[in-house]
């Protein structure tokens, strides 16, 4: 049985995402596609998605936006503000793992500032060529001034890893990363862990 067009589009789409390994794209695919895939045509469909990504990658630049993205976050959490990959599925999703995992964090004595993320819808419309959104927002106090405070740091330290940013300096517009391209190597340990 041969796997669908629309199953090995989603195929190609997760496996640029970058953020799954082939046994969850396995499980995804079958779940969407129960009575029209066959697991062993779907397995190959999948290594082969992944060897021409591997083949891709071999091409790109020493260092990708999505390197310099993650150097940005890094540098982020080092000054207390909490910064997610992948953080869920929609804005909502990402403000329960925000939530969540300050939590955590307190619990060890940590005092952070706020947060930043992109979720996974983001990531599509960042492998579609759209750029990448940053959602952003400050912790334990919720005025404008507080989470402006924190836009204006996540954009310096995007600027600061030559990302180009594109934000007005509302906290009611998330901050646009409009020339990101999404060359992103393998990240799965890089997503936070589903809310209980």
Not at 14 to 42: G, K, M, N, R, W
Not at 70 to 75: M, N, P, S, V
Not at 132 to 144: C, E, K, Q, T
Request: glycine share 8%; with cysteine.
């Amino acid at each position: 049985m041969a796997v669908p067009d629309e199953a090995l589009e989603e195929i190609e789409s997760q496996v640029a995402h970058a953020y799954y390994d082939a046994d969850e794209i396995l499980e995804s695919v079958l779940s969407f596609y129960p009575d029209e895939t066959d697991e062993d045509a779907v397995r190959g469909a999948i290594a082969e998605a992944f060897a021409r990504r591997a083949a891709e990658i071999a091409s790109w630049p020493a260092v990708t936006d999505c390197d310099r993205l993650f150097a940005a976050f890094a540098e982020l959490e080092r000054a207390g503000i909490i910064a997610l990959e992948n953080c869920g599925t929609t804005l909502q999703d990402g403000l329960g793992f925000v939530e969540m995992i300050a939590d955590e964090r307190r619990q060890t004595g940590w005092i952070g500032r706020g947060y930043c993320f992109f979720h996974e819808q983001d990531v599509m419309h960042a492998i579609d060529g759209d750029g990448l959104l940053l959602a952003f927002g400050a912790l334990d106090d919720d005025s404008d001034e507080a989470f402006q405070r924190i836009g204006e740091a996540v954009a310096q330290a995007c600027k600061a890893q030559r990302l180009a940013v594109r934000w007005s300096g509302s906290v009611d517009e998330r901050i646009r990363l409009p020339e990101l391209q999404w060359q992103c190597r393998p990240r799965k340990g890089n997503r936070p862990p589903r809310p209980e």
